[in-house]
């Protein structure tokens, strides 16, 4: 009798400690999470590691942004997605000149 509520105790406290480590671990996971936000308008260009660009065309080439492969970059208080790496260095180049191709809410491409 003794030997089973030895037993029942100790998977009671190693179920315990499993579940406190995995608390631990997801703060952890959570504390990684950081977004990079730009608040203020600047005319430095600033990258983005998460969130959600406003535009749905990319400013150097027109094409049609993929909502899980775009590139984030902040530039005047706004966050820009590009498709590619190219248009990224281009974008960094003349920020002002690519972000003027896009209309007011994203949607349309002027060259």
Known sequence: MKNLLALTLLVVLSLSLSVFAQKK???????????????????????????????KLCPVSGEELEDND?????????????????????????PAKYAARLSEDGTKYKK
């Open 25 to 55: 671990d997801d703060k952890t996971v959570y504390k990684a999470k950081v977004t990079t936000t730009v608040s203020a308008k600047t005319d430095k260009v600033q990258e983005v590691k998460e969130g959600k660009a406003f535009n």
């Open 70 to 94: 775009n590139r984030l970059l902040s530039y005047n208080g706004k966050t820009y997605g590009l498709c590619c790496d190219k248009c990224v260095a281009k974008f960094k180049k003349d």
